[in-house]
């Protein structure tokens, strides 16, 4: 795959503004709550009102439209009034490739994202057991 120089502005390039690794982090921080990209990964099959949201994703009114806004603020989604009623889409496609490109990363990696002691899924449980136990 080749990259152009916005790519390497983000990778392993020290010639890069701070403000190209701020937008990144930016980006990958917007993906980061697991509700957001939950509805990310649901808008990718097309729009979506709100009420749609809330009944495939299982999550409250409240955290859902929460979550809508702030891709909305992100610039990753807009949404198309219609009426009362307003359906939201992504706003560009580029955002299936990245998570088309993360989804092999993660096939190719394992289970070792997952385990990372900073980030993985048993550093939340275990922080909050940490948490929990410094409190008592």
Do not use: I, W
């Not at 891709?71 to 990753?76: F, H, M, N, Q, V």
């Not at 900073?118 to 909050?128: K, L, Q, V």
């Amino acid at each position: 795959m080749a990259m152009n120089e916005s790519d390497a502005c983000l990778v392993g390039s020290t010639s890069g503004t701070s403000s190209n690794l701020d937008a990144a982090v930016a980006l990958f921080h917007s993906l980061s709550d697991g509700a957001r990209l939950a509805t990310v990964r649901r808008l990718a099959d097309g729009e979506a009102r709100v009420v749609d949201l809330v009944g495939e994703l299982g999550l409250a009114q409240s955290t859902v439209s929460a979550h809508v806004a702030c891709l909305r603020d992100c610039g990753l989604v807009t949404g198309r009034p219609e009426g009362r009623q307003v359906f939201y889409s992504l706003t560009r496609p580029e955002l299936l490739d990245l998570l088309a490109s993360a989804e092999t990363l993660l096939a190719a990696t394992g289970s070792a994202v997952a385990l990372c002691p900073n980030y993985g899924t048993r550093s939340r449980t275990g922080a909050a057991t940490s948490t929990k136990q410094a409190r008592r």
